[in-house]
């Protein structure tokens, strides 16, 4: 008889250095001491109450250690008649999407900065190939204060194509699958965050202008404060969201064009947050904070009101002055980008660049987004009108003080 080979099977991988408590509290912890170190300038007063978002970094060198990279509180979006075609304007000033937008405001200061790149970032396919990749061993987290908007306690099933209203405890109602963000009088376009955070785990977090010089980033983690008036009976962040996400990502075909692929975080159930970020229902209505402020690692740090979309303090007789957008805004992240010396993005050779057709020109990630589109989940997904991004700006070489650290 001849002698058994030795097992040729990969080994087991490591443990998750993400699977308890520890993780969550110490996501918590790391958001809420850099929070606290900002100014009080756009934090809620007396009895107002707020949204806290924040991306994290972990690395290889040490995977419980965190790092935040972006922060952003807010919980207003424009209604439809205010959406600006200039593209000057944060349309949607939660914050979870402003954290994003920070997040990302901090890829473009560093790639184009002087230090060649943040250091969780490495050329992909060598140097030539003009586009950068997550560093092996590095891991984004995301981190909110309550449970994003539009989550959905008990996944539909398939023939649920019209619901009747969905979730209300966060903030968000709608008929179907997707939800619009609610609005006060004027209709919102804005979808929900979770709605929002689901794509990202389709297309990534990095948007279709970054996809030209960027490969997906994907989210490892989401951990979420827990509600000081405790969750609808059975609900449970880590499993119950993970169920939701899941089903959404059921139809979706898992072979997506590489370097895409359906991404599927862990869910973490955080403490209950501070009061400041409490946003409970009782016989005196709540109050929430209009302002939204955005920070990343990069030097950006800026308040912007909410129910207007420019900086705060700006006057009415100042209210269309370039000085007042802020640098999240749309028109101001194109300009980041057409700016970048980069060969990736010399090769577009015009001298003004619309928005749209500089997305439409991120071929894979548009024909990833169609997938999601199709999906019967997100097939009622309302695109925005057309004009809102046919805006363009002149390729001006910025210097990078002005353009990446503002």
């Known amino acids: 008889m001849l002698p058994s080979s030795p097992s040729t099977s990969p080994p087991p991988p490591p443990p998750s250095p993400w699977d308890d408590v520890a993780w969550a509290e110490a996501t918590t912890s790391t958001s809420l001491r850099h929070y606290n170190s900002l100014p009080k300038k756009g934090k809620p007063q007396g009895r107002e109450s707020t949204v806290l978002a924040a991306f994290l970094l972990s690395t290889p060198d040490d995977p419980r250690g965190l790092t935040v990279l972006s ?140 996809s030209h010089i960027l490969e997906p980033l994907y989210l490892s983690t989401i951990t979420i404060g827990q509600s000081p008036t405790g969750t609808l009976e059975g609900f449970s962040v880590e499993t119950d969201i993970k169920k939701v996400l899941d089903a959404r990502l059921s139809s979706l075909s898992s072979k997506l064009p590489s370097p895409f692929k359906l991404n599927k975080p862990l869910f973490f159930a955080a403490p209950i ?48 002055s370039p000085s007042t957008e802020s640098l999240l805004c749309k028109r101001r992240l194109l300009e980041a980008f057409v700016s970048l010396e980069l060969q990736t993005v010399d090769e577009f050779h015009c001298e003004e660049l619309s928005y749209r057709e500089i997305k439409d020109m991120s071929h894979e990630y548009q024909q990833v987004l169609e997938l999601l589109r199709k999906a019967p989940f997100f097939s009622r997904w309302s695109a925005k009108p057309a004009f809102l991004d046919s805006f363009t700006v002149s390729r001006v070489r910025y210097s990078s003080e002005i353009l990446y650290k503002l």
């Open 71 to 210: 922060l952003a509180t807010g919980t207003k979006c424009l209604g439809a008649a205010r959406l600006s075609r200039h593209g000057d304007l944060v349309h949607d000033a939660h914050a979870e999407v402003v954290a994003r937008r920070a997040l990302l405001r901090g890829v473009y200061a560093e790639i184009g900065g002087r230090s060649g790149g943040p250091d969780w970032l490495v050329a992909s396919g060598g140097a030539a190939s003009g586009k950068w990749r997550m560093r092996e061993g590095c891991h984004l987290h995301l981190y909110i204060t309550q449970l994003p908007c539009g989550v959905m306690p008990v996944p539909p099933s398939p023939s649920e194509l019209l619901r009747e209203q969905l979730d209300s405890v966060n903030g968000c109602s709608d008929v179907g699958f997707v939800q619009r963000k609610p609005g006060r009088g004027d209709t919102t376009l804005s979808m929900s965050c979770f709605d929002k955070i689901t794509r990202w785990s389709v297309v990534g977090i990095q948007g279709a202008l970054l």
């Open 273 to 320: 947050p501070p009061k400041e970020f409490q946003q409970t229902s009782g016989d005196v209505p709540p109050l929430t904070c209009g302002y939204s402020i955005c920070w990343n690692k990069s030097g950006l740090h800026e308040v912007v009101l909410g129910t207007t979309g420019r900086k705060q303090g700006t006057s009415s007789k100042a209210a269309f």
